[in-house]
């Protein structure tokens, strides 16, 4: 029989909560990255409805003495966050603690807990570009997929930001970006030029988003000197399938933050505790959220397959 002092035991757990918090501060930087331009935002409640309002008109002229011109904001009407949560634990048995550098694991497994949530995390956020083809994961407040050729506005009119089955080449790519500068707000006036854009693709189109965005050269049939698109950013998603390789999108980061959200009911949780009987270290973490858009003028996609 061997004796352990309380003392020797406050120390022990003093040090696997140490190593326990070390995990966590390493998972924790990389799940705060915002993905894609969305905002986050935090849920006051669950099942939520977030009303999505028209801006103002234009400004008027307005003679000495006149009356200043009158504008009402009015509602578009409103998208339902209904968050889900996501879970994953892990269990450690007491001989592995015993045996092994108990220290190290319990540091990795709550890191890998971390990486288990960034990953789904990254799933659900491309979920919203891969899908917005049709209305059967997210609509917007017009009742329309994300991609649409004619999202509905409250002056009148309609927006565009459908490029359909189209390749990812230099013609093509110049096309998406005069379309996302086309597009007006929900009253008809002409949005802020696009200058933070991203181009999103699956790793079939790698070899081309580098072709377009980093060559100084162009990569078309054009006899064009330099390259226009030198320096707009790219990312590669490994999230879109296999079948979805040739999607592409392109965002425009600034406006994506008043449109695009991660809604958090909470962030990664993570707790710990002792199975009673078991013999058996346990590491849980969950997370409460969903990922919304209010609106459509931050994004052009395509759904190529070519």
Same mark, same amino acid.
């Given at each position: 029989?061997?004796?352990?002092?309380?003392?020797?035991?406050?120390?022990?757990?003093?040090?696997?909560?140490?190593?326990?918090?070390?995990?966590?501060?390493?998972?924790?930087?990389?799940?705060?990255?915002?993905?894609?331009?969305?905002?986050?935002?935090?849920?006051?409640? =669950?099942?939520?409805?977030?009303?999505?309002?028209?801006? /103002? %008109?234009?400004?008027?002229? $307005?003679? @000495?003495?006149? *009356?200043? +011109?009158?504008?009402?904001?009015?509602?578009?009407?409103?998208?339902?966050?209904?968050?889900?949560?996501?879970?994953?634990?892990?269990?450690?048995?007491?001989?592995?603690?015993?045996?092994?550098?108990?220290?190290?694991?319990?540091?990795?497994?709550?890191?890998?807990?971390?990486?288990?949530?960034?990953?789904?995390?990254?799933?659900?956020?491309?979920?919203?570009?891969?899908?917005?083809?049709?209305?059967?994961?997210?609509?917007?407040?017009?009742?329309?997929?994300?991609?649409?050729?004619?999202?509905? =506005?409250?002056?009148?009119?309609?927006?565009?930001?459908? /490029? %359909?089955?189209?390749?990812? $080449?230099? @013609?093509?790519? *110049?096309? +998406?970006?005069?379309?996302?500068?086309?597009?007006?707000?929900?009253?008809?006036?002409?949005?802020?030029?696009?200058?933070?854009?991203?181009?999103?693709?699956?790793?079939?189109?790698?070899?081309?988003?580098?072709?377009?965005?980093?060559?100084?050269?162009?990569?078309?049939?054009?006899?064009?000197?330099?390259?226009?698109?030198?320096?707009?950013?790219?990312?590669?998603?490994?999230?879109?399938?296999?079948?979805?390789?040739?999607?592409?999108?392109?965002?425009?980061?600034?406006?994506?933050?008043?449109?695009?959200?991660?809604?958090?009911?909470?962030?990664?949780?993570?707790?710990?505790?002792?199975?009673?009987?078991?013999?058996?270290?346990?590491?849980?973490?969950?997370?409460?959220?969903?990922?919304?858009?209010?609106?459509?003028?931050?994004?052009?996609?395509?759904?190529?397959?070519?």
């Amino acid at each position: 029989m061997i004796n352990i002092s309380g003392e020797h035991i406050r120390l022990a757990k003093a040090e696997l909560m140490d190593a326990y918090q070390d995990g966590l501060d390493a998972a924790m930087p990389k799940l705060q990255h915002p993905i894609l331009g969305y905002q986050t935002r935090a849920l006051k409640f =669950l099942n939520e409805q977030l009303a999505v309002y028209s801006g /103002l %008109g234009e400004s008027e002229a $307005t003679d @000495e003495g006149e *009356n200043y +011109a009158e504008d009402t904001q009015q509602e578009q009407g409103y998208i339902q966050i209904t968050p889900t949560k996501y879970t994953r634990s892990v269990k450690v048995t007491e001989e592995a603690l015993r045996y092994a550098n108990r220290f190290e694991i319990v540091r990795n497994l709550t890191a890998q807990l971390g990486k288990a949530a960034l990953q789904n995390m990254e799933g659900k956020a491309i979920d919203i570009l891969s899908l917005g083809f049709g209305t059967t994961y997210r609509t917007g407040v017009d009742g329309l997929a994300l991609f649409s050729d004619s999202h509905t =506005l409250t002056g009148g009119g309609t927006n565009d930001n459908l /490029l %359909g089955a189209i390749p990812l $080449t230099f @013609e093509n790519f *110049n096309a +998406a970006r005069v379309q996302l500068e086309r597009m007006t707000d929900n009253l008809g006036n002409p949005l802020a030029p696009s200058t933070n854009l991203l181009l999103v693709v699956g790793p079939e189109n790698r070899t081309v988003a580098e072709q377009l965005t980093m060559s100084s050269g162009v990569y078309s049939a054009a006899n064009l000197s330099t390259n226009p698109f030198q320096g707009i950013t790219f990312t590669v998603n490994n999230y879109l399938s296999a079948s979805e390789g040739k999607y592409w999108f392109l965002i425009d980061l600034d406006r994506a933050k008043d449109m695009f959200f991660l809604n958090e009911g909470w962030m990664p949780r993570f707790t710990q505790e002792d199975t009673p009987g078991q013999g058996l270290f346990a590491n849980y973490v969950s997370a409460q959220y969903s990922f919304d858009f209010t609106g459509h003028q931050w994004v052009v996609g395509s759904n190529s397959t070519t």
